[in-house]
């Protein structure tokens, strides 16, 4: 049996130790750092206001919003192209360049829009700056990642999370500058891992206009236009619902709502992580077809539901432990959110197919139909169960999307989705979600205990094979070191 896994091991080693090796280069640069943001946490919680989290959370919303006006989303273009060799370094950086400029323009002339946004005024000067430093740096961290700088990639996301934590510290504990301490946070953040990023490409460098070749500017334009409707609708299916919120209960839920989605955010980034790897081996192993694609999202499936199942059980402990009484409530939307996180992950797991097949417009209109499916949810659901009904109203908007997304996967390469032990797992998951809600009073409720494990039964294979390949690596390890 062990001679058998072994040669297995052994036949898929290249392809997977390249998955994993980015996988683990960007975890150490992404997640650890990311951990420091939600450990900050408590930290908001103390010296802001329901009302200012609430409007900070607007701010850092409406830069989402406007950042796939400013990039034309260029990077994923990048990402598609300069790994296969289709374009070179010296084109991708001016090419990217050329849209920074572009995007910088664009920023100037939304000022009348942001005067809309803002009830305060000084912000608008704060959002420009931050606007323009975001745009860099999402255009150029990604040229590095498509560059394979691995490591410069993770580190460039290191400095804008760990600067932003410790100044926010310095800003918020120590000068008590308030919602204006954070911002100033956020720039600083942006300013260095600019400069960090710039060194690292060796842009100025690389940068000349004269490289550029306008026919494949076009070409890379026509693949990545079509995904700023695509982010569009994502950023509202993500961050649309903060508005509503915002317009029908007050900027005091909207603050509620937004600490309720810390925890889903970190389930959220694992997989972003392992998204930003996963996106690479997918161009790479474009000939393994259904087999790899399949065990890939097996995989990730079994851990993300395990994730979910770990998030709905410590979730309320977790909130009475860490957060202020005022905000402590957060913890009833969790467990919804969590399984929204959990389709929104699946969804972008299959929508992988479309980067791989040049097929960009896709993206936009699977996007659109569970945007606009979120929406409609949203606005009846809002009415009759306030921010439970937002929640309901996302998760259901992200199912739709993976249906469509899982077909299209299934018809491009044969792909295959295990979707009968997908829906018995999601409807456990939907079981804990209730019973937390329900019984309320209790802080930890041991029935949830029972379901987590029924769940690590249905994943019991996935897990005996985790143990099975543990012991493999040793074994070789060992074998090597004699």
């Not at 982010?231 to 839920?253: E, R, T, V």
């Not at 699946?346 to 040049?358: D, N």
């Not at 029972?450 to 005996?464: D, P, S």
Request: hydrophobic letters at 50%.
């Amino acid at each position: 049996m062990i001679g058998y896994w072994l040669r297995i091991y052994m036949d898929n080693t290249s392809k997977y130790k390249y998955l994993a090796k980015n996988t683990a280069i960007f975890a150490v640069g992404t997640f650890g750092s990311k951990i420091l943001t939600f450990l900050i946490v408590p930290i908001y919680t103390y010296y802001l206001s329901t009302e200012d989290y609430g409007n900070i959370d607007l701010f850092s919303t409406a830069i989402s919003l406007m950042l796939p006006f400013t990039t034309l989303v260029i990077y994923e273009s990048i990402i598609r192209f300069l790994p296969t060799y289709e374009i070179d370094k010296d084109e991708a950086i001016s090419i990217s360049m050329l849209i920074f400029m572009w995007g910088t323009c664009i920023t100037f002339l939304g000022i009348p829009v942001y005067k809309y946004l803002f009830n305060k005024s000084e912000f608008v000067l704060y959002f420009i700056v931050c606007l323009i430093f975001n745009s860099y740096n999402q255009i150029f961290g990604q040229y590095l990642r498509a560059r394979g700088k691995s490591i410069s990639f993770s580190l460039n996301g290191m400095i804008i999370t760990v600067v932003t934590v410790f100044s926010n510290v310095i800003f918020l504990l120590i000068f008590r500058c308030g919602v204006y301490g954070y911002l100033y946070s956020l720039i600083l953040a942006q300013l260095l891992a600019g400069i960090q990023c710039t060194i690292a490409g060796d842009v100025l460098h690389h940068c000349s206009f004269r490289s550029i070749n306008i026919n494949f500017l076009k070409r890379m334009l026509l693949y990545s236009i079509p995904l700023i409707p695509n982010n569009l609708m994502w950023w509202l299916m993500n961050a649309g619902d903060k508005y509503m919120i915002n317009y029908f209960m007050g900027s005091s839920a909207n603050g509620i709502y937004s600490l309720s989605m810390k925890l889903p955010t970190i389930l959220n980034l694992i997989y972003s992580i392992f998204m930003q790897a996963w996106q690479l081996s997918a161009l790479e192993e474009q000939k393994s077809g259904k087999t790899f694609y399949t065990y890939i999202f097996k995989w990730t499936s079994a851990l993300l539901v395990l994730c979910t199942s770990c998030i709905i059980v410590f979730v309320k402990p977790i909130f009475i432990l860490m957060i202020e009484d005022s905000f402590v409530e957060a913890w009833k939307y969790v467990p919804f959110l969590s399984i929204a996180t959990l389709f929104s992950c699946f969804s972008t797991f299959a929508g992988v197919i479309y980067l791989v097949k040049v097929e960009s417009h896709k993206s936009f209109i699977t996007t659109f139909i569970g945007a606009i499916t979120n929406l409609i949810l949203n606005l009846i659901l809002i009415k009759l169960y306030g921010l439970y009904g937002i929640a309901i109203g996302t998760t259901l908007g992200y199912v739709i999307v993976f249906l469509i997304r899982a077909k299209d996967a299934q018809k491009a390469i044969g792909m295959s989705f295990d979707m009968t032990r997908m829906v018995l797992s999601v409807a456990i998951l939907f079981v804990q979600a209730v019973i937390l809600v329900k019984h309320d009073e209790y802080v930890f409720n041991f029935n949830q205990i029972f379901l987590f494990m029924v769940i690590v039964f249905l994943y019991r294979g996935e897990i005996k094979t985790v143990v099975l390949w543990s012991k493999l690596f040793l074994h070789k390890k060992r074998k090597w070191s004699k």
